[in-house]
């Protein structure tokens, strides 16, 4: 019979363990021996308290000695330290830290809840008094008093993991300047690497500056000041230095009393958390666990896990045979305006247990919206999701803005009750256009991983595409131009999804097809086409801008090549050094709503608004899409307008752009001249003709205003290839049968081989993709480019306006000189 416990530890393990033992049992005598001066705090507020979020260091203390026996009739002695186990006489040494007096107190069942403690590296220099670690309330005290009295500047955070975020995330609040050192290529290891750079993309964006893979060697004083010198030999100057590299489990007087441990000093428990002694429970930090996915024994110290357990403890003393059945890790963390959550396995630990993708597991990645797109405020989350060969989830991770907690609690009650990616297309959730989609996010990735697994749609992911054989596959942009304009992945040909279907007889169903769009959709629903065309096709999910964030090295990032665009806001870092007197003064003269719409539709309502505006004016953009402001700026130095600022909203990212140059110093002609482009055609062959438009398109697609003037022999590259019913003279009736009628006749500069060449080149620009001359054409026409005839031209060899194709401008020698006038460069082919 139990009549007397011990607990050893408070904080969320120990305390909860004696809280349920009392609602069980109310004659049972509960003693807990606390070390410290606190039985229960808030240990994950206290960064927080730190960067004054939260304002009140009471609102820290959940739990006090004097409320613990007020209500519960437990009796707690803080300041005494159990510092020995005697298993044969069940009792403990115990001895009271303020008066350095030890005692013995005997047990019929004892509770370890030693917890952990805070990794402090033998780095030399690591015990200045400006060098600090964060855990309890001490240390939350201490490192406030510092920032209180101390002219604090500079700060590095030495760790990325929860603890090392929230800290550069609240120093950052304080308007430090933050330095993040992570010996690993990545921050928060629960999380993939490739959703790891989201959260990289974002914290450079807010001005935290991320030194990954690269650990601390030494702290240095020079001149009086603290310098944290890092393995390359990079040296950061530093006013406080906060520690935060991980924990170890405090396990010494498990191992001093012959408990069994493991390598890493954890107690090893049974599943209803016994120890190796019958009468001896552990949990908390400190224990091993199982996994709850996989099975196999693990650590993952979180505080949900530990308050279970001091519930199933308590149930075990009093006789109830609770059995606490693993830990699948869940977790969720705020790191400035988004929200990181995981859940089960990721990845790594897959192929850490040897699982191999594609053959063991399978991965969906979508980028659904928070809620319905036409409610305000709708923004996108990525999430990847884990799964196994018959649909099981293993695991998840969501990086986003609004609604990820919610996500991710539903996918991992799914993972508890052994469910699968059907089971998650399946669900009925809540459903309102404030707060989801008809269609919720966890349903759309339970509909891409159905999709996977019954190959309607195969995929590439962001690691794989640039790795492919070029000579057995093709890379193809389904995005719209514009879009592509922005950026693509290096060696992709641009086939908009709409203009799919006329030009897939293009495409070699030799080859493997990898497409891919802004997010993934379009470039699934082309897939869909090719597919039931005959074509091996693949999908890159996640889509470019999932990709371009993977890839990204945020170690080396600044203002103007940041550009991730799956979770960012592009806030603070693109707002430095702008004056906000520009708008003030000026004013707002036009405003443009694009929210709710997907990528392109808001850089390409700006493209369209732009086109009614005056030169001068100044145009405010508001839109859901995290990606826009970063497009948005790309846009405006390459189509020569203005990016004045971005700011995030509650709800959304406004942008503002001045049409045309931001310098009022600088003159209309060179700003005019800086648009245009112009160029001669006088020679009509096919390889010179080619050189003439594919210049053409490229500055077009740069934003130029181009103009190509054809004269002599360069008008039959107009001629349209049919014969046109016009009145001509016998001259120019000779004229006109001697000379190549229209692109298809024309004949190559060399190794023409009676018009063979021009065969074998037509035939080598199919196989390799390249867009045909007649194609070009058309596409110089569909981006504004001005095409004009010398009508002079025309009249010496006897062209009439008819023979020509649609779109030509006539003009003279005076319309010409006046278009190189306003051009920074000219060219003669």
Known sequence: MTNKVLIVGGVAGGASTAARLRRVNEDIQIIMFERGKHISFANCGLPYYIGGTIEEREALLLQTPEAMKERFNID?????????????????????????????????????????????????????????????????????????????????????????????????????????????????????????????GHMVQKGINLFLGNGVSSFEEIEGKTHVKLQDNTMLESDIVIVSIGIRPNGELAKKADLETNEKGGIVVDEYLKTSDENIYALGDAIEVIDYVNGNKTMIPLAGPANKQGRIVANNIVGRNDKYKGTQGTSVVKVFDITVASTGNNEKTLIRLGKKYDKDYKIALVQPKSHAGYYPGAIPMTIKLLFDLNGKILGSQIVGYEGVDKRIDVIATLIRMGGTIYDLKELELAYAPPYSSAKDPVNMAGFSAENILNGDMGVVLWNEIDKKDKQKAVIIDVRDKVEYDLGFIEGAENIPVNSLRDKMNELDKNKEILLYCAIGIRGYIAGRILTQKGYKVKNLIGGYNFYKCAVNDYTKMNDSNIDCECCEDNNDSINNNIDDTIIKDEGVNIKLNACGLQCPGPIMQVNNKMKEINEGDILEITATDPGFPIDVKAWCKKTGNSFIKSEKRE????????????????????????????????????????????????????????????????????????????????????????????????????????????????????????????????????????????TMSMDVMGIKKEELIDGVELGGVASYLGDTDDANHNLFI
């Not at 009792?91 to 069942?109: F, M, S």
């Not at 309890?136 to 490192?143: E, H, L, V, Y």
């Open 651 to 790: 709800k959304e990212f406004a942008v503002f752009i001045r049409k045309g140059n931001n310098d009022r110093k600088v003159n209309k002609t060179s700003q005019i001249a800086s648009d245009k482009s112009t160029m001669v055609v006088f020679n009509g062959e096919l390889d010179k003709a080619l050189a003439s438009f594919i210049i053409a398109n490229g500055a077009a697609s740069m934003g130029k205003q181009v103009s190509m003037f054809f004269t002599f022999w360069g008008l039959n590259i107009l001629r349209k290839d049919q014969k046109v019913k016009v009145k001509k003279s016998i001259i120019e009736k000779m004229f006109g049968f001697m000379m190549p009628k229209g692109t298809r006749k024309l004949k190559l500069s060399k190794m023409n081989m009676g018009g063979m060449g021009s065969a074998m080149m037509k035939k080598v620009m199919r196989d390799k993709n390249v867009n045909s001359l007649e194609e070009l054409i058309n596409s110089a026409l569909d981006n504004g480019v001005k095409i004009v005839a010398c």
């Open 76 to 200: 707690v002695r803080i300041e005494n330290e159990v510092i020995s186990i005697d298993r044969q006489e069940k009792c403990v040494e115990v001895k009271d830290l303020r008066t350095g007096k030890i005692y013995q107190e005997t047990y019929d069942k004892l509770v370890l809840s030693p917890g952990s403690t805070p990794i402090k590296p033998r780095i030399p220099g690591i015990d200045k008094d400006n060098i600090f670690s964060l855990w309890n309330i001490p240390d939350t005290d201490a490192i406030k008093s510092y920032l209180e009295n101390n002219n604090v500047k500079k700060v590095t955070v030495i760790g990325g993991g929860f603890i090392g975020i929230e800290m550069a995330e609240n120093m950052h609040d304080l308007g430090l300047e933050v330095n993040l050192v992570e010996m690993a290529n990545q921050v928060m290891a629960p999380v993939d690497y490739e959703m790891a750079q989201l959260i990289h």
